[in-house]
């Protein structure tokens, strides 16, 4: 079955650049999603098609994917951004695939 | 905007059948462009991915509980339905319904979740 990787946790000082990343083989062939979740909150899709934004998702957020690896990027980052992050791709064996999540924790 | 609301029991018996049902609102269930999903997230934990049912009413599954659960929907009622069988103390979670892009498969709606939890 398809398998996302993602580091569990990742730290960020206010106002730098926090990249967390998401690894599954071939991933880049595929679109991959990111989904912000905040405490008791259900999850909010902040990038689709790799790189797109919906609307009302802040533009310090942005997206990239190739090769074996999937990077959300929060540029500027804010103790709001404080979350668990999800990444997630369509495979065609196993269809629907979320990474495990990564906390992002702004100290 | 389309909104999306989960129903149902909060408490299961063990070996009994997990039922949800999300109502959608803002939106027509059967429009050409998304399909209807279950995810659930167990307390502290990731995001599993369920099933999906399309406005046709084409079903995928995860592999992992495939042979355990059934998705259906009623256009009449703008609503798609969740059955999971056998259930466990490992199925206590929190379950979200979703809408999914069909081109390119992302979330972009989502209900606000019901704990169900698995308990005699």
């Known amino acids: 079955s398809y398998e996302l990787t993602q580091p569990p946790s990742v730290s960020v000082s206010p106002g730098q650049t926090a990249s967390i990343t998401c690894s599954g083989d071939?991933?880049?062939?595929?679109?991959a999603s990111w989904y912000q979740q905040r405490p008791g909150q259900s999850p909010v899709l902040v990038i689709y098609?790799?790189?797109k934004r919906p609307s009302g998702i802040p533009d310090r957020f942005s997206g990239s994917n190739s090769g074996n690896t999937a990077t959300l990027t929060v540029s500027g980052t804010q103790a709001i951004d404080e979350a668990d992050y999800y990444c997630q791709a369509w495979d065609s064996t196993s269809s629907v695939v979320f990474g495990g999540g990564t906390k992002l924790t702004v100290l | 905007q389309v909104q999306l609301q989960e129903s149902g029991p909060g408490l299961v018996k063990p070996s009994q059948t997990l039922s949800l049902t999300c109502t959608v609102s803002g939106g027509s269930i059967s429009s050409g462009s998304y399909y209807w999903s279950w995810i659930r997230q167990p307390a502290g934990r990731g995001l599993e991915w369920i099933g999906r049912i399309y406005p046709s009413g084409s079903t995928d599954y995860s592999p992992a509980l495939k042979s355990r659960v059934t998705i259906s929907i009623d256009t009449s009622k703008n609503q798609f339905s969740l059955e999971l069988t056998s259930v466990t103390a490992a199925d206590t979670a929190v379950y979200y319904c979703?809408?999914?892009?069909?081109?390119?498969?992302?979330?972009?709606?989502w209900g606000q979740g019901t704990l169900v939890t698995v308990s005699s």
């Open positions: 098609q790799d790189n």
């Open positions: 071939k991933l880049g062939d595929k679109y």
């Open positions: 979703a809408s999914g892009d069909m081109g390119t498969h992302y979330f972009d709606y």
